[in-house]
């Protein structure tokens, strides 16, 4: 049996569970307005794919394989190695030259960027591919500010959001630490800000900084971070879970987590990019949309030298995910989200 074909029925057969509710209508509309994969080239070759996913939760393994497998119909010369170890891997692969794509479940980590220069002598060329999910766990869900159901305040922008949670006055040089310094009155008006998230130096802290801190490592002092702790009974209480809880008994606290954590005792708040707005909730539409800040886009990475093009069975490959059949199978076989049309042909134009 041809080693595409055993690498399938494995996948097939380890797979994630799809998704437990159908796309979005509105989703599914974006992902029919995007042009359909024209091949330009036929190309030969073996595309060495590592990088996010895991051996013990398949979750990336029923995608990759339809990629491979409808590409291959149209490109019946071009053969495919997956390593879908994890997104730690992605780079460092890369950067020796065993992998010719590095998918990663993030944005590329400063420390990764760092390793691949170091090995080649100039950055690695990022595609964006997917946008991060709403909700779902092991795809990328977006980033959300939650505060007590009673507290007034209804949105913030991303500088403000970046004056709570940092402490860096080059990026924000007044910072935000009592509910006064956001407008809010009477009994509010004095009282201290007590932030709680991720922790600082993993990818979700990571993300929220490069986001909101310019990239900073100078945090809010009376930050509270959250890591994962195992239960007695061998499960995990996750550390989203344990950044709402511990915000559901605060009522002057603020929290970055997540709507799949959420309870009663706690709302998310709008989001704007700057203070024209527009301020909106994080949903499918906004987040497909980019108008919602904290959204999550995931990316391949290419080792592509200056001057030169990308290998051409590798921009054949892109293209394809680039195209309506490749983001139909993105929705159909994981919770990811598409790109939107804007940012699909931008990224098209980068092969």
């Known amino acids: 049996m041809p080693r595409l074909l055993l690498i399938a029925a494995s996948l097939a057969l380890s797979a994630a ?18 042009p359909d994969y024209i091949p330009q080239h036929q190309v030969n ?12 939760r398949n979750f990336m393994g029923g995608l990759v394989a339809r990629w491979a497998d409808e590409f291959q119909h149209l490109q019946p010369g071009v ?8 997104t730690a891997s992605a780079i460092g692969a890369l950067a020796v030259g065993e992998a010719d794509m590095a998918l990663l479940g993030e944005e590329i980590s400063p420390a990764a960027g760092r390793l691949f220069h170091r090995a080649r002598g100039y950055a690695p060329t990022g595609i964006s591919v997917a946008t991060g999910s709403l909700d779902a766990n092991y795809f990328d869900y977006a980033h959300m500010i939650f505060v007590r159901r009673d507290n007034p305040l209804a949105r913030l922008t991303l500088q403000q959001v970046g004056a709570i949670f940092g402490d860096d006055r080059h990026c924000t040089p007044r910072p935000i630490r009592t509910w006064g310094d956001l407008g809010l009155k009477g009994e509010w008006a004095g009282k201290p800000i007590t932030p709680y998230g991720w922790k600082t130096d993993v990818d979700f802290g990571l993300f929220v900084a490069e986001r909101a801190i310019c990239g900073s490592h100078r945090w809010n002092p009376a930050m509270r971070e959250f890591v994962h702790l195992p239960q007695p009974d061998g499960s995990q209480y996750d550390h989203g879970q344990q950044i709402v809880d511990a915000l559901a008994r605060d009522r002057y606290g603020i929290a970055v987590s997540n709507v799949r954590y959420t309870n009663p ?32 886009i995931i990316p391949v990475f290419v080792d592509r030298a200056p001057g030169r093009p990308i290998t051409p069975v590798v921009a054949e490959f892109l293209r394809y995910i680039l195209s309506r059949q490749g ?25």
């Open 79 to 86: 053969h495919f190695e997956n390593h879908l170890y994890g």
């Open 17 to 34: 569970a799809p998704p437990q509710q159908l796309p979005d209508p509105a989703v599914v509309a974006t992902v029919a307005s995007l």
């Open 265 to 296: 005792d706690v709302r998310p708040i709008a989001l704007a990019w700057t203070a024209k707005g527009p301020f909106v909730p994080a949903t499918n539409a906004s987040l497909v949309a980019e108008t919602y800040p904290l959204v999550r």
């Open 327 to 351: 983001q139909r199978a993105l929705i159909e076989e994981s919770a990811y989200l598409p790109l939107n049309r804007q940012t699909l042909l931008h990224e098209r134009a980068k092969l």
């Open 45 to 56: 070759g073996t595309i060495r794919i590592w990088g996010h996913g895991s051996a013990k």
